[in-house]
C-alpha cells in the first residue's frame, strides 16, 4: 500500500533552496551549457514570485505587507508587480476594474 506524502510550501522552498546551495558549492563540473539551464531556473523562479505576489493580494495582503516581507518598498513592489487593478488608498490595495 504506497501513501502520498503532501509537502507544504516551505519544505519544497527548503528542499529546493538545498539543491541550489549543492550547485553553488562544486563548480569543477560545470560546462558551458549550464549556464542555460541556471537562467531556465532563474525564469521559473521569477514565474513562481508573480504568482506568489499575484495569490498574496488576491488573500488581502497589501503592497506594504509584501514589501516588508522583501525588505523594499511598497512603491517599488507596485512597480514591478503592477496590481492589475486601481490602486485604492494608503492601504496598498488593488481594485479589480
Request: proline share 1%; glycine share 12%; aromatic share 4%.
Given at each position: 500500500?504506497?501513501?502520498?506524502?503532501?509537502?507544504?510550501?516551505?519544505?519544497?522552498?527548503?528542499?529546493?533552496?538545498?539543491?541550489?546551495?549543492?550547485?553553488?558549492?562544486?563548480?569543477?563540473?560545470?560546462?558551458?551549457?549550464?549556464?542555460?539551464?541556471?537562467?531556465?531556473?532563474?525564469?521559473?523562479?521569477?514565474?513562481?514570485?508573480?504568482?506568489?505576489?499575484?495569490?498574496?493580494?488576491?488573500?488581502?495582503?497589501?503592497?506594504?505587507?509584501?514589501?516588508?516581507?522583501?525588505?523594499?518598498?511598497?512603491?517599488?513592489?507596485?512597480k514591478?508587480?503592477?496590481?492589475?487593478?486601481?490602486?485604492?488608498?494608503a492601504?496598498?490595495?488593488?481594485?479589480?476594474?
Amino acid at each position: 500500500m504506497s501513501t502520498t506524502t503532501i509537502r507544504s510550501t516551505e519544505d519544497r522552498i527548503g528542499g529546493i533552496v538545498r539543491m541550489i546551495r549543492a550547485l553553488g558549492r562544486d563548480g569543477t563540473e560545470w560546462e558551458l551549457a549550464d549556464l542555460h539551464r541556471l537562467e531556465l531556473i532563474e525564469d521559473h523562479l521569477s514565474t513562481a514570485r508573480d504568482r506568489a505576489v499575484q495569490s498574496l493580494r488576491e488573500h488581502g495582503h497589501t503592497d506594504g505587507d509584501i514589501a516588508e516581507m522583501l525588505g523594499t518598498t511598497r512603491q517599488a513592489v507596485s512597480k514591478r508587480w503592477p496590481g492589475g487593478g486601481r490602486y485604492v488608498g494608503a492601504a496598498g490595495r488593488y481594485r479589480s476594474t
